[in-house]
């Protein structure tokens, strides 16, 4: 083995059901449902052991919420009132159980980076999506909160530490931008320059683009500017997509593997551990929603195995789109 760092072999998981919406519901995204079906999805897959579930974490109170958003906002959010007013822009049908479920998703990725810091040696995954487009007063596109800036407000205000968001969501992830003007110190907590990286090109102009961008992590990291590194590898920015057309199954895959060498070999020549976590992000299809699912399992299998130790083959099966015209 070369490795002279190598992190923990399993990946530690932020996972609890009171994550998921339960529920019947008419919700044009599957985000809701999405931290279950995943871990479901695992399980059936056999890679469930690969995973060490922690189910125990403390859920956000309302007053967390208050550090990215109005409190008017906050507030009717959790009332029972809400729904009328910010279903047409969440695209989501607002009730008791989903708001519920959002103290725990946005815990859950704070927990994810919290823990990845106390232990760098352990990748920890936050199987959560539905944040990146909430802005200060609302909620937008499915996200009702901006869960990174409130969990990297949190850890910033603890530790003093800074970190960097590889959003590979087919959208660009707003919420951070919008946030500057809002949130005192955000700037220090995910520094406008690396702190957001988006990737808007297609194909291989695509794939160069993020090498360049991680070249640019690498300096910040290097410098210790940079303290920890959150990947979303959203499923969206894939052409079969619903809402995608950026890269084709293995140019997705590649980005993984981009993003998890990266960070192995950064390590390496660091002589240290670099804090890392993950989230899932986007990823909708109506057709074959198994096929954003085995996306994300490829994204995790390419970090066991670069990062580790594991030596695991997983085929994805993404299946193409069919075009009713
Ligand atoms: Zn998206």
Redesign the pocket.
């Known amino acids: 083995m070369s490795y002279s760092i190598m992190k923990h072999p399993q990946i530690k998981t932020f996972y609890t059901q009171k994550m998921s919406l339960t529920q019947e519901n008419d919700n044009s995204s599957q985000s809701p449902e999405k931290p279950k079906r995943l871990i479901e999805f695992l399980s059936r897959e056999g890679l469930l052991e690969y995973f060490n579930i922690e189910d125990d974490f403390t859920p956000y109170e309302v007053e967390d919420f208050y550090i990215a958003h109005t409190k008017e906002y906050v507030d009717s959010f959790f009332s029972d009132d809400l729904g009328k007013r910010y279903k047409r822009l969440l695209g989501l049908t607002w009730n008791k159980e989903f708001a519920d479920t959002t103290r725990f998703t946005n815990a859950s990725l704070y927990h994810a980076i919290l823990t990845s810091i106390k232990n760098p040696d352990q990748v920890c995954f936050s199987p959560t999506s539905g944040f990146h487009h909430a802005i200060p007063g609302k909620g937008a596109f499915y996200c009702s909160f901006a869960g990174q800036v409130i969990a990297s407000m949190k850890i910033y205000r603890e530790f003093g530490l800074s970190g960097s968001y590889i959003d590979l969501?087919?959208?660009y992830g707003n919420s951070i931008d919008n946030g500057y003007d809002f949130v005192k110190d955000l700037d220090k907590a995910i520094p406008p320059e690396i702190g957001n990286i988006n990737i808007e090109s297609k194909h291989q102009m695509y794939l160069d683009e993020l090498k360049e961008r991680l070249e640019q992590l690498e300096k910040y990291i290097v410098e210790d500017k940079i303290h920890y590194v959150v990947f979303c590898h959203?499923a969206?920015s894939h052409q079969w997509d619903d809402?995608g057309y950026q890269l084709t199954t293995d140019e997705w895959i590649k980005c993984s593997e981009l993003v998890y060498s990266f960070i192995d070999k950064l390590q390496q020549k660091l002589n240290r551990q670099i804090p890392l976590a993950l989230s899932l992000?986007?990823g909708y299809r109506r057709d074959d929603y198994d096929s954003v699912l085995a996306l994300h399992t490829a994204d995790l299998v390419m970090c066991l195995n670069i990062l580790c130790g594991q030596d695991i083959t997983y085929n994805p099966e993404v299946k193409e789109k069919v075009y009713n015209i």
């Open positions: 969501d087919g959208h959203g969206d809402m992000f986007g």
